[in-house]
């Protein structure tokens, strides 16, 4: 590799490097913008919302990790999640379904993307748009009166599979750990939160 060739190789890759921190920066904002949203325009305490919350996927010999940027919970029940991007959300919104459906023994109602301008609000269970825009994000009483009476059914098992690979396909690397499996690195205990920017 001649010196031209490896400047200009370096260029790309600090571009690269900077344009990740950017992104990075902005989904950070965007965490932040929906945490205001929850606590101050749609009446949720503290104590209904978690943050960065992490999850395994099992797929196959492998245990995987993915996450999403925020868990609403109510009456025990985990009834919204939301996924948070700095670039469109159009392409997210398949991501955040498939998190919606792998996330528990049984499909969280609603699941939320958002980026720094809008949200798109899905069905969990159907994949269908119920909304676009921040104010169609329900408020803690809407949310309620939404799953109230729901029958909320486990995915169906032939289904699921293909909804794991679809979340960790859009996954970014660093929210996707194998731990287990062959050649994977075995963790005895899996934290069940923890900070988490797959953005």
Do not use: H, Y
């Amino acid at each position: 590799m001649n010196d031209e060739t490896a400047t200009r190789q370096n260029k790309i890759l600090s571009i690269l490097q900077q344009e990740i921190e950017d992104g990075e920066e902005m989904t950070a904002a965007v965490r932040k913008l929906a945490e205001a949203i929850l606590l101050e325009d749609k009446g949720f305490a503290p104590e209904d919302i978690r943050k960065n919350v992490t999850f395994n996927v099992i797929l196959e010999a492998e245990t995987v990790q993915s996450c999403v940027d925020f868990l609403v919970s109510m009456e025990q029940q985990d009834v919204m999640v939301i996924k948070c991007a700095a670039g469109s959300i159009a392409s997210r919104e398949r991501q955040v379904v498939a998190a919606a459906r792998v996330f528990g023994e049984r499909p969280v109602p609603v699941a939320v993307v958002m980026d720094p301008v809008s949200a798109v609000v899905l069905d969990g269970v159907r994949g269908t748009v119920l909304g676009e825009g921040f104010d169609a994000i329900p408020t803690k009483k809407q949310l309620s009166a939404m799953v109230k009476g729901r029958e909320i059914k486990p995915f169906p098992p032939e289904k699921i599979e293909r909804e794991k690979r679809i979340l960790l396909a859009f996954d970014a690397l660093r929210c996707s750990i194998p731990k287990g499996g062959e050649g994977g690195v075995r963790l005895d205990t899996i934290p069940d939160e923890k900070s988490c920017s797959c953005g």
